[in-house]
């Protein structure tokens, strides 16, 4: 059974950073671990793309830059470091996992944790 958790989800101020994580659990190989958000108006949009064997990572324009997706050396947590966070990046926040082939943007994957709230105040 694969298991996702995530957690790092909190309230800050415009420009403000926060460290997202994503732990994985399970005995699957994993070909690719992605972070998405979600809001009241849109529905989940992959923000960061992480290929697990090559390190390859893709993101999306609105947070090129200032987001960062990466792994432990265990490859067992996934990390989202956000930075120069604004008020459009509150979203609830989401980890999911593709087993063989990777879905990149589309949310299409086998596996998705329960999500982290991350709120944003101007």
């Known amino acids: 059974q694969v298991q996702l958790v995530e957690s790092g989800g909190g309230s800050v101020q415009s420009g403000g950073s926060l460290r997202l994580s994503c732990a994985i659990s399970?005995?699957?190989?994993?070909?690719?671990v992605s972070w998405f958000r979600r809001t009241p108006e849109k529905e989940r949009v992959a923000v960061a793309i992480?290929?697990?064997?090559?390190?390859?990572?893709l993101y999306a324009d609105s947070v090129k830059g200032r987001f960062t997706i990466s792994q432990d050396s265990a490859k067992s947590t996934v990390f989202l470091q956000m930075d120069s966070l604004k008020p459009e990046d509150t979203a609830m926040y989401y980890c999911a996992s593709a087993l063989s082939y990777c879905p990149e943007f589309s949310p299409t994957y086998d596996y998705w944790g329960q999500g982290t709230q991350v709120t944003v105040s101007a």
């Open positions: 399970g005995n699957f190989t994993r070909r690719c």
């Open positions: 992480l290929y697990r064997s090559s390190g390859t990572t």
